[in-house]
C-alpha cells in the first residue's frame, strides 16, 4: 500500500483528495496537514472529509507527520509547496504538486528538488484536461498561423490567481506547436480602443464567479469557421483521482520533475 499524506486537508481540494485516497485499494491515507493554529488540529480525517473515522488525526505540520507518509500531495500555496519540495528532497520523500501561479524562478526551485527526489508536478491533474493538452497540440499543428486563438476559463470566487494555471498550460501547449513563444504573444484581456486583431497573438479572457469548480474553452476560429476545445469540470474529484494516479504511477520512477503528460504516457 503507498502511504499518502495531504497537505491542506482541511480545504475543499484537501477533502476530496482524502476520499480518493480512501476509495483507491493501492492507497491508504497516512497523514493530513492543516495550519498549526487550526481547530482541526487532532480531528479524524475520515470524519472530516465524509468518509466515516479512518483513525488518522490531522496534524499541525508536516514535519510531525514525516515519518508516516511515502508520498506528500499539495495543492496549496506557493510558498508552502516550495517548503514542502525542500523538506521532500531532503527526507526522501516523493511529492504530488498541484499548486498554481509559480513564476519561472520558482518552477525552477521545483526542478531543483527533483533533482533529489521524484516529483510530478502539474497545472491541472485532470486526466481529461491532459488529453485536451494533446488534442490543443494537435489542432494547432494542424490549423496552423491562418486561425486566432482565443483561451476562455471559468472558476470559482475563491481562486486567486488568474489566468488559470491550466488557461496558462493551454496557451503553452498551443503556442509550442505554432512555434511561438507564449510570453511574447500572450495577450490578457483587452479594453478600449485596441486596434485589429494581431494574428500572432493569443488572448485570454478569465471569470470569477460562484462556486465554478473549473471550465476552459480554446477556440480557433478563422473566416468561415470555428473550432473549439473545451473542458468543463463538475467536481473537484476529477483532479484528486488524477492526483493519486499519478501517486501511483511515481512509486517506480527514479528523481526528476514529471508532468501528468508523463503519467498518462501522453509525451
Known amino acids: 500500500m503507498i502511504k499518502v499524506a495531504v497537505m491542506g486537508a482541511g480545504g475543499r481540494m484537501g477533502k476530496a483528495l482524502i476520499q480518493a485516497i480512501n476509495e483507491d485499494p493501492q492507497t491508504?491515507?497516512?497523514?493530513?496537514?492543516?495550519?498549526?493554529?487550526?481547530?482541526?488540529?487532532?480531528?479524524?480525517?475520515?470524519e472530516l472529509a465524509g468518509v466515516g473515522k479512518l483513525g488518522v488525526m490531522a496534524s499541525g505540520s508536516v514535519?510531525?507527520?514525516?515519518?508516516?507518509?511515502d508520498v506528500l500531495i499539495d495543492f496549496t500555496t506557493i510558498e508552502t509547496t516550495l517548503a514542502n519540495a525542500q523538506l521532500c528532497a531532503a527526507n526522501g520523500k516523493q511529492l504530488i504538486v498541484g499548486t498554481t501561479g509559480l513564476n519561472d524562478e520558482q518552477k525552477a526551485l521545483l526542478a531543483a528538488a527533483g533533482e533529489k527526489t521524484p516529483i510530478v508536478f502539474a497545472p491541472n491533474m485532470s486526466v481529461g484536461v491532459n488529453l485536451c493538452f494533446k488534442l490543443l497540440e494537435m489542432a494547432a499543428a494542424a490549423l496552423g498561423d491562418d486561425y486566432d486563438v482565443e483561451i476562455v476559463e471559468a472558476h470559482h470566487r475563491h481562486k486567486v490567481d488568474a489566468p488559470s494555471g491550466t488557461a496558462l498550460g493551454m496557451?503553452?501547449?498551443?503556442?509550442k506547436a505554432l512555434g511561438r513563444d507564449l510570453k511574447e504573444v500572450a495577450v490578457y484581456g483587452r479594453e478600449g480602443h485596441t486596434g485589429a486583431r494581431d494574428s500572432k497573438t493569443?488572448?485570454?479572457?478569465?471569470?470569477?464567479?460562484?462556486?465554478?469548480?473549473?471550465?476552459?474553452?480554446?477556440?480557433?476560429?478563422?473566416e468561415g469557421e470555428r473550432v473549439e476545445i473545451t473542458h468543463k469540470a463538475s467536481s473537484r474529484m476529477t483532479f484528486a483521482k488524477g492526483a493519486v494516479r499519478a501517486c501511483k504511477w511515481l512509486q517506480t520512477k527514479p528523481a526528476g520533475l514529471y508532468s501528468m503528460q508523463d503519467v498518462l504516457n501522453l509525451n
Open 28 to 46: 491508504v491515507l497516512a497523514a493530513g496537514i492543516v495550519e498549526p493554529t487550526s481547530s482541526l488540529v487532532g480531528v479524524d480525517l475520515g
Open 63 to 69: 514535519e510531525e507527520a514525516l515519518e508516516a507518509f
Open 171 to 175: 496557451g503553452e501547449a498551443v503556442a
Open 202 to 222: 493569443i488572448g485570454f479572457a478569465t471569470m470569477r464567479v460562484g462556486d465554478v469548480v473549473g471550465d476552459h474553452t480554446v477556440v480557433f476560429g478563422t
